[in-house]
């Protein structure tokens, strides 16, 4: 029996058009934020770092701040950027008014203090009972160790935990645990996946 339902964030409940976001940080301050594409190695060790909550997203800035920007700045503009060009998904969070009081709800995300604060600013995590973020867990949705700890910490059984993401390996590594899943592509998806769990 379902208990507890874990959302992703990025992708189920929210997109982000990150080349806008590069788009305005190039144009302000000559930094490029897809740091992967550019083949700055540094920047994203950092970045991936910042996700473990081992390093500050400050240091991936300051890595990439070549022009010597004020780094407070060029920290608040890209939080800012990120907020405007984040579109929430209603439906999702209509589907979490409706399923509130039935089951604990919870996100996981594999997240920065940045993207965190700017969820919170905005209240995009305001429906859930629980927020579960890489950086304070100290490890992301491929490692098992994430999702046992989020299981420890809401003293559940995984048989009782449904798991709702985008990303097909971050499914398969909590399906590996006996974790109920789902791979979210569209919301009419979700439903019928939903109704076909006896959820809704």
Known sequence: MIKVIIFDLGGVCFDIDWIKINEEMVKKFNITTLVKSAGNEKAIVYYKDALEGKRSPRDMFKELNKENHNLDDV????????????KHNPKIYKLLKKLNGE??????????????????EQETIRDFHKEF????????K?????????????????????????????????????????????Y???????KTLRII
């Open 103 to 120: 089951f604990v709800l919870v996100c996981l995300s594999d997240t920065n203090p940045i993207h965190f604060e700017a969820h919170q």
């Open 133 to 140: 973020t890489s950086f304070q867990i100290g490890s992301i």
């Open 75 to 86: 920290v608040k503009f890209y939080k800012e950027m990120y907020k405007k060009y984040k």
């Open 188 to 194: 009419e998806g979700l439903i019928k996946e939903l």
């Open 142 to 186: 491929r490692d098992t160790n994430t999702f046992k700890k989020v299981i420890e910490n809401l003293s559940v059984s995984p048989e009782e935990v449904l798991f709702v993401d985008d990303n097909e390996k971050n499914v398969e590594v909590a399906k590996s645990l006996g974790i109920q899943t789902i791979i979210y592509s569209t």
